[in-house]
């Protein structure tokens, strides 16, 4: 896959990433949605659409890690659950990467507005779905449903990104009889999983912008640490407003 390069990035632009890196790093391990801040910069600094999408998938892997090692005492005992699980988000990964990979560049920018919508309406109306099926029988794992969706929203991480995880979180939310937190800890592993996969074909067979990828992945690591530090005490309805505004001007940019 061949891109034209923006022209080299100067200081300021390095740490415009950088910072947004450690924002999409925080986001990504409180909710999700952090590839709405690093995708948008990218774009604005040159990069093409799918260089921009899969150096960013690059970038956030250890952000992912990071926020998980964060959140490890939430993780504790879900060892079962995450390896049911974690198949799923494994086949969808590759299953996105192959998409994003063999479908033309006018393709994805065709879609990936549509992508940012959905995002943005899901981020909104995630307290509201899990409420009304909160009441509903739900298996400690997971039936073949929940699997299913897990796929879904692998398939969709691998392509895109953006509100995997607040797809995530609000499918097992609403399917899985645990906490908010333990299923957002299990949120970040799955998502984790299904951008490393991505990543792993990324680097074989598509164009890396490894400069901007290397910055992410630096900002993402304290980021994620950060995300799971402040996860309980950051007002879900501000950050929900800090991405829709971000996502708007990703969706303004590619219309």
């Not at 969808?92 to 990979?101: I, P």
């Not at 994805?108 to 309406?121: M, S």
């Not at 950050?239 to 505004?245: D, T």
Request: proline fraction near 6%; charge should be positive; hydrophobic fraction near 55%.
């Amino acid at each position: 896959m061949h891109a034209t390069l923006p022209a080299p990035m100067t200081l300021p632009e390095a740490l415009l990433v950088l910072v947004a890196g450690f924002a999409a790093g925080t986001i990504n391990t409180i909710v999700g949605s952090g590839t709405l801040i690093t995708f948008p910069v990218l774009l604005a600094l040159g990069y093409a659409p799918v260089t921009a999408n899969v150096s960013n998938s690059l970038g956030l892997v250890p952000g992912s890690a990071s926020g998980a090692l964060g959140m490890r005492r939430e993780l504790a005992g879900q060892r079962a659950r995450l390896l049911r699980l974690g198949s799923a988000s494994l086949c969808g990964g590759v299953l996105g990467a192959v998409l994003l990979l063999v479908l033309p560049a006018s393709a994805f920018r065709a879609i990936v507005p549509a992508l940012i919508a959905l995002a943005l309406v899901l981020v909104v109306a995630q307290p509201w779905l899990a409420g009304r099926l909160a009441h509903r029988p739900r298996r400690p794992h997971g039936g073949p449903l929940v699997w299913l969706g897990v796929l879904g929203a692998g398939v969709y991480g691998g392509y895109f990104g953006a509100a995997q995880g607040v797809l995530l979180v609000g499918l097992l939310g609403a399917t899985l009889p645990d906490s908010l937190h333990r299923i957002n800890a299990t949120k970040n592993v799955l998502a984790g999983m299904v951008n490393g996969v991505a990543a792993l074909i990324f680097v074989v067979v598509a164009h890396i912008a490894w400069l901007p990828a290397g910055l992410i992945a630096a900002g993402s690591i304290v980021g994620g640490q950060v995300g799971a530090r402040t996860a309980r005490r950051l007002s879900p309805w501000a950050l929900r407003a800090v991405i829709i505004v971000v996502g708007l001007v990703a969706i303004v940019r590619l219309v």
